[in-house]
C-alpha cells in the first residue's frame, strides 16, 4: 500500500467518523425528549395540585391524559435515538474492521523494510554501495534512494503508530456507544412503568368520575347556567360596541393586526388546556356533553392574567357565585378572560400586550383555572389556534 492510499484512508476515517458524530438529528432527538421531559414534570407538579382537592374531577383526567400523550411520544423519541445508535454500532464495528484490516497491511509491508534494512544493515555496507558507484551522478542518486528509504521507513513506523492510535480511539468511542444505548434502554423501561402507571390512574380516576356521574351532571349543569350568563355579559358588550357605529380608523388597523396574529399570540398564564373548545361528548363518560366557547388553561406557576393583545377594556364583567372576568376589545374581535380573582383594570382603559389584568381564580373544585375566550363579533373562535405553540 503507497503512502499516499494510506494518508487518504486515515483522512477519510476521520471524515467519517466526524459525520457519525455531528448528524444533526440525534440533537434534534436530545432536544425534543428534554421538552417532552419539562411537559412531563410541568403536568405533574399541576397534578399534585389536583390530588389535594382529594376528588377526581375532570380537569385531573385532562392532566392525565396530556401526560400519558407526553409519556408514549417520549418513549416513541428513545426508540428513534436507539435506532440511531444502532446504526451508529454498525457503522463503528465497520470502520474498526476496515481500520484493523489496514493496520495489518501497512505492519506487514513495515516487516518488509526491517528485512531489507536487517541485509543492509551496517553503516560500512551502505558506504560501500555509494563508493561502488561507476561516477559522481550515480552515487548522488545512490545516495539519495538511501536517505528516501530511510524516511520511508520513519514514516511507515509513524503511520503505524498513528493508525493503532486511531483504532484505540474508535474503539473507545464504540464503548461509549454502547454505554449510552444501554442507558436508553434502562431510561425506555423506566418510562414504561410510568405509562403503566398512569393508565391504572386514568382507570381509577375515571371510575370515580362514574360512580358520581349524577353530581357531575348536576355540576356541568350549573356550570352551563353560568356561561350563559358570561354569553349574555359578553353579546351586551358587544351590542354596546355597535351603537357606536364603524370602526375608525385607528380600530381598523388594530383589528388587521390582531388577524395576523394567529398562532402567534402569548398565552393569558402560562399553563395546560384543561377545557377544550366547542361541544363534545366527553370520552369516558357516556351521556354527559361538555359546552365551551373558549378554552380551560391550569396554570404551571403563578396566577397572573395577561392580555394577549392591543386594545381596550371593554367590560369588567362579575357574575355572582360564578367569577369575574375581563373582555378587551381589538376591533371587531374580543379576548375575554374569566374566571378571576383580583381584577387590575377598569372600563375604557387601554392596555398592550402583557398587560396585567388581574389574578386567576378558583373553578368550582376549589382548584386554579382560567376561562379563555376569542370571539369575533358574537361568533367563537378556537383560542386554540390563536395562542402560540408552548
Not at 473507545?172 to 444505548?181: F, W, Y
Not at 350568563?229 to 357606536?244: F, G, M, P, S, V
Not at 374581535?333 to 374569566?338: A, R
Given at each position: 500500500?503507497?503512502?499516499?492510499?494510506?494518508?487518504?484512508?486515515?483522512?477519510?476515517?476521520?471524515?467519517?467518523?466526524?459525520?457519525?458524530?455531528?448528524?444533526?438529528?440525534?440533537?434534534?432527538?436530545?432536544?425534543?425528549?428534554?421538552?417532552?421531559?419539562?411537559?412531563?414534570?410541568?403536568?405533574?407538579?399541576?397534578?399534585?395540585?389536583?390530588?389535594?382537592?382529594?376528588?377526581?374531577?375532570?380537569?385531573?383526567?385532562?392532566?392525565?391524559?396530556?401526560?400519558?400523550?407526553?409519556?408514549?411520544?417520549?418513549?416513541?423519541?428513545?426508540?428513534?435515538?436507539?435506532?440511531?445508535?444502532?446504526?451508529?454500532?454498525?457503522?463503528?464495528?465497520?470502520?474498526?474492521?476496515?481500520?484493523?484490516?489496514?493496520?495489518?497491511?501497512?505492519?506487514?509491508?513495515?516487516?518488509?523494510?526491517?528485512?531489507?534494512?536487517?541485509?543492509?544493515?551496517?553503516?560500512?555496507?551502505?558506504?560501500?554501495?555509494?563508493?561502488?558507484?561507476?561516477?559522481?551522478?550515480?552515487?548522488?542518486?545512490?545516495?539519495?534512494?538511501?536517505?528516501?528509504?530511510?524516511?520511508?521507513?520513519?514514516?511507515?513506523?509513524?503511520?503505524?503508530?498513528?493508525?493503532?492510535?486511531?483504532?484505540?480511539?474508535?474503539?473507545?468511542?464504540?464503548?461509549?456507544?454502547?454505554?449510552?444505548?444501554?442507558?436508553?434502554?434502562?431510561?425506555?423501561?423506566?418510562?414504561?412503568?410510568?405509562?403503566?402507571?398512569?393508565?391504572?390512574?386514568?382507570?381509577?380516576?375515571?371510575?370515580?368520575?362514574?360512580?358520581?356521574?349524577?353530581?357531575?351532571?348536576?355540576?356541568?349543569?350549573?356550570?352551563?347556567?353560568?356561561?350563559?350568563?358570561?354569553?349574555?355579559?359578553?353579546?351586551?358588550?358587544?351590542?354596546?360596541?355597535?351603537?357606536?357605529?364603524?370602526?375608525?380608523?385607528?380600530?381598523?388597523?388594530?383589528?388587521?393586526?390582531?388577524?395576523?396574529?394567529?398562532?402567534?399570540?402569548?398565552?393569558?398564564?402560562?399553563?395546560?388546556?384543561?377545557?377544550?373548545?366547542?361541544?363534545?361528548?366527553?370520552?369516558?363518560?357516556?351521556?354527559?356533553?361538555?359546552?365551551?366557547?373558549?378554552?380551560?388553561?391550569?396554570?404551571?406557576?403563578?396566577?397572573?392574567?395577561?392580555?394577549?393583545?392591543?386594545?381596550?377594556?371593554?367590560?369588567?364583567?362579575?357574575?355572582?357565585?360564578?367569577?369575574?372576568?375581563v373582555l378587551v376589545r381589538h376591533g371587531k374581535y374580543i379576548s375575554v378572560y374569566f374566571q378571576m380573582d383580583e381584577i387590575n383594570v377598569k372600563k375604557g382603559q387601554q392596555v398592550t400586550t402583557g398587560t396585567v389584568l388581574g389574578t386567576v381564580g378558583n373553578n368550582e373544585n376549589g382548584l386554579p383555572e382560567l376561562r379563555f375566550e376569542i370571539r369575533k363579533g358574537k361568533i367563537a373562535l378556537n383560542p386554540n389556534k390563536w395562542l402560540r405553540k408552548m
Amino acid at each position: 500500500m503507497s503512502i499516499s492510499k494510506i494518508l487518504f484512508f486515515l483522512l477519510l476515517s476521520v471524515s467519517i467518523s466526524d459525520i457519525a458524530i455531528g448528524q444533526s438529528d440525534p440533537k434534534k432527538l436530545e432536544a425534543k425528549k428534554k421538552a417532552i421531559q419539562k411537559q412531563l414534570k410541568e403536568t405533574n407538579a399541576l397534578l399534585s395540585t389536583t390530588k389535594k382537592n382529594q376528588k377526581a374531577t375532570l380537569q385531573e383526567l385532562e392532566l392525565i391524559k396530556a401526560n400519558l400523550g407526553a409519556r408514549k411520544e417520549l418513549i416513541s423519541t428513545i426508540r428513534q435515538e436507539i435506532n440511531q445508535i444502532d446504526e451508529q454500532i454498525e457503522e463503528t464495528n465497520d470502520i474498526i474492521s476496515s481500520m484493523q484490516s489496514d493496520l495489518k497491511n501497512l505492519k506487514d509491508e513495515y516487516a518488509k523494510i526491517i528485512v531489507e534494512s536487517y541485509k543492509n544493515r551496517s553503516k560500512y555496507d551502505r558506504l560501500m554501495f555509494i563508493l561502488a558507484s561507476d561516477n559522481f551522478n550515480q552515487a548522488y542518486k545512490r545516495y539519495k534512494y538511501l536517505q528516501q528509504y530511510i524516511e520511508y521507513r520513519q514514516q511507515q513506523a509513524s503511520l503505524i503508530q498513528e493508525s493503532q492510535t486511531n483504532l484505540n480511539n474508535k474503539v473507545e468511542q464504540l464503548t461509549q456507544i454502547k454505554n449510552k444505548k444501554l442507558g436508553l434502554l434502562q431510561n425506555k423501561n423506566s418510562e414504561k412503568k410510568s405509562l403503566d402507571s398512569e393508565r391504572k390512574k386514568q382507570e381509577e380516576t375515571i371510575n370515580k368520575l362514574k360512580s358520581k356521574e349524577g353530581e357531575l351532571k348536576d355540576q356541568l349543569k350549573k356550570k352551563q347556567k353560568e356561561l350563559k350568563k358570561l354569553d349574555a355579559a359578553i353579546k351586551k358588550a358587544i351590542d354596546e360596541a355597535n351603537k357606536k357605529g364603524a370602526l375608525n380608523k385607528a380600530e381598523v388597523k388594530l383589528m388587521a393586526e390582531f388577524e395576523k396574529n394567529v398562532g402567534k399570540l402569548p398565552w393569558p398564564v402560562s399553563g395546560k388546556i384543561t377545557g377544550k373548545f366547542g361541544r363534545q361528548q366527553h370520552p369516558d363518560l357516556p351521556g354527559i356533553y361538555i359546552d365551551n366557547d373558549g378554552i380551560n388553561i391550569t396554570p404551571i406557576s403563578g396566577k397572573t392574567v395577561k392580555a394577549v393583545f392591543d386594545g381596550e377594556v371593554t367590560m369588567v364583567v362579575i357574575i355572582p357565585n360564578a367569577g369575574k372576568g375581563v373582555l378587551v376589545r381589538h376591533g371587531k374581535y374580543i379576548s375575554v378572560y374569566f374566571q378571576m380573582d383580583e381584577i387590575n383594570v377598569k372600563k375604557g382603559q387601554q392596555v398592550t400586550t402583557g398587560t396585567v389584568l388581574g389574578t386567576v381564580g378558583n373553578n368550582e373544585n376549589g382548584l386554579p383555572e382560567l376561562r379563555f375566550e376569542i370571539r369575533k363579533g358574537k361568533i367563537a373562535l378556537n383560542p386554540n389556534k390563536w395562542l402560540r405553540k408552548m
